[in-house]
């Protein structure tokens, strides 16, 4: 079950005509790295306290979004969907704004995230399995204001992290084998599958900045110095990812989510993680 879970998530990403710019036969995203973990895996209980109260494990997930229809998760199955070297290139040679190919992505490209979420649902459940993705449930609900800035009751890359397809960075994004540039994506089901080993040392080795004490390069893209060797301003960042950028471009580039991604294009950790003074994963 486990190899035709990975084998459909691929297929999906690699023919759905929704994985693609519609004006050239080219992709929002390559192909996927995939990772599970358990549903009652203790991370899911620590990030009560990493997060705040408010985010939930996946038995609360079901049973805060569907009360009369409760069933319990086995499993998180997260995906990352790495942007295509091409968008990625293109967003290099941006200082201000997102390139039009960057925004494009993170528009519709998490359009099409949000189809192979729907997706692998139905996949499951015509298997005789139950499935939910988080970002789509009834309980899943973002907060501007916590302890740790905006968050949310489910965070994709705590679940990635869980599964072993990354660690955290500088940024606060995450620093998978193909890199910090990607959209994730989540599903829980009842299908029970062995979880992923986490292979890292440590929850943010990925990163120079905190395996070296190098690099820090993710600072000087931001074009509003939301970023500093001491972390990630999310007001800031949020107010010019959703504010000032689709203010400017918005229109030009037909989309009204435009991203922004500097943090993420131009940096050693683009497309992989980053090679320091000593060879690693040691
Ligand atoms: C709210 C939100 C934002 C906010 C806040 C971001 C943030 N850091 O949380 C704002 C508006 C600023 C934002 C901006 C962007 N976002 Co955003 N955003 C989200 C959203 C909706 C929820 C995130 C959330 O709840 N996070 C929880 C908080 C608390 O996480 P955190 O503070 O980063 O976590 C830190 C601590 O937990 C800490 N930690 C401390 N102790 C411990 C202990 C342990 C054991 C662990 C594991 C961790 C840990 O480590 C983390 C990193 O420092 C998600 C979608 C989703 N449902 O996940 C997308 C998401 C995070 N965004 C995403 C993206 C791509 C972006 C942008 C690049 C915009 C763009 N598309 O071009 C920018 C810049 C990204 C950045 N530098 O963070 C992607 C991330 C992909 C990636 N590469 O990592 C996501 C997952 C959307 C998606 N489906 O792909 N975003």
New binding site residues.
């Given amino acids: 079950m486990e190899n035709s879970l990975i084998e459909e998530i691929c297929r999906f990403v690699c023919e759905d005509s929704g994985n693609g710019f519609s004006d050239r036969g080219e992709r929002y995203f390559d192909d996927p790295l995939i990772g599970f973990s358990s549903a009652t895996d203790p ?1 899911f209980t ?2 009560k306290s ?3 109260p408010f ?1 939930l494990t996946p038995g609360e997930l079901v049973s805060l979004s569907t009360p009369n229809d409760v069933w319990v998760p086995a499993t998180v199955v997260s995906w ?2 790495p942007i295509t070297s091409k968008t990625r290139i293109s967003n290099r040679s941006e200082s201000v704004y ?1 390139s039009q190919e ?2 494009t ?2 528009n519709f490209g ?1 359009q099409f ?1 949000t189809l192979l979420r729907r997706h692998m649902i139905t996949w499951l459940t015509d298997r005789g399995y139950r499935a939910a993705a ?2 789509l449930m009834p309980a ?1 609900q ?2 501007r204001d ?1 302890s ?15 599964a072993g397809l ?11 084998p193909q890199g ?6 989540s599903v829980i089901t009842n299908l029970k599958l062995e979880p992923s080993q986490r292979p890292y040392p440590e ?2 080795a990925n990163c120079l900045h905190y395996r070296e004490n190098s690099c820090g390069a ?1 600072i000087a893209r931001c074009p509003v110095g ?2 500093s060797r001491d ?2 301003d ?2 800031l ?2 107010e010019y ?2 504010s000032t950028i689709p203010a400017a471009v918005g229109k030009r580039y037909g989309v009204t ?8 294009t131009r940096v050693p950790c683009e497309g992989t993680i980053p090679v320091g003074r000593k060879p690693y994963p040691a």
């Fill in positions: 991370l620590e990030y990493v997060i705040g985010h990352v969907l997102p960057w925004a992505t993170r998490e995230n988080p970002q899943w973002e907060f916590t740790v800035g905006i968050a949310s009751t489910w965070s994709e890359r705590h679940a990635a992290y869980a990354g660690t955290f960075s500088l940024t606060d994004a995450l620093i998978t910090i540039a990607h959209r994730l994506g929850r943010r993710c939301a970023l972390g990630h999310k007001s960042c949020r990812v959703y989510a435009s991203g922004c991604g500097l943090c993420q």
